[in-house]
């Protein structure tokens, strides 16, 4: 098993049971306060990916991030291809790698900034992208998908445009509490190369 491999397994199986498990959950609303035709669970599944991404950039650098995402890529499609749709897989798929790619780029550009901005513009960024994508793409001209639903009692909408605008904000919310974890690992998740600089005890 070669380095990679190895130092890589931990993000790569992380980020496969996340996309495989938020392409299943994505075809289940959320039956409760009012959120039906707003929210899929697997809006608050996806999000995550983000964190392992972002955290796979800061020890590793973005030429292994993006080898975690192709890793991703590849394996999360032909599960979910099973396990889901093939119309959900593919979208999941080009949505995963688009707006991966993009938060690992704005990561990389931000990263000697103030220790918040990486993670969080980097996931905002990847997010919309995102958002856009899958949602396009998996259910447009989709019935009932199609179906008139009223946006939190403000402007109608079709739902699947409804679930993805929500599904976003939430991206950004949870974007925005991942910052506690990614902040909290800071020391322990060090750049490789800091960690290699580092004198022995």
């Known amino acids: 098993m070669t380095h990679d491999v190895k130092a890589l397994f931990i993000p790569t199986l992380a980020m496969i049971v996340i996309v ?5 959950l994505v075809q289940h609303p959320i039956h409760f306060l009012g959120l ?3 929210l899929t669970w697997g809006g ?3 999000p995550i ?3 392992v991404t972002d955290l796979t950039n800061r020890h590793f650098g973005p030429q292994r991030a993006r080898k975690v995402v192709i890793a991703g890529f590849f394996i999360g499609v032909a599960l979910s291809v099973a396990l ?3 119309r959900i897989a593919l979208a999941s798929g080009l949505a995963f790698l688009f707006g991966q790619l993009l938060d690992i780029g704005v990561f990389n550009r ?4 103030s220790w918040w901005r990486a993670p ?3 996931s905002v960024v990847g997010s919309a992208i995102d958002t856009a994508l899958f949602f396009s793409i998996a259910f447009y001209g989709i019935e009932p998908m199609s179906v008139p639903v009223q946006f939190f009692g ?5 739902l699947w445009v409804s679930l993805g605008t929500t599904d976003f904000l939430v991206k950004v919310a949870i974007a925005l509490i991942a910052l506690l974890p990614y902040g909290a690992l800071l020391k322990v998740v060090t750049p490789v190369e800091e960690t290699r600089t580092q004198p022995s005890a």
Do not use: C, E, Q, W
């Not at 403000?154 to 079709?158: D, E, Y």
């Open 84 to 86: 889901a749709t093939p």
């Open 49 to 51: 990916s983000f964190l």
């Open 44 to 46: 608050l599944t996806y």
């Open 36 to 38: 039906a035709d707003h």
């Open 110 to 113: 931000l990263r000697r900034l």
């Open 154 to 158: 403000m402007v109608t909408m079709p």
């Open 20 to 24: 495989v498990a938020a392409n299943i």
């Open 120 to 122: 969080l513009i980097g």
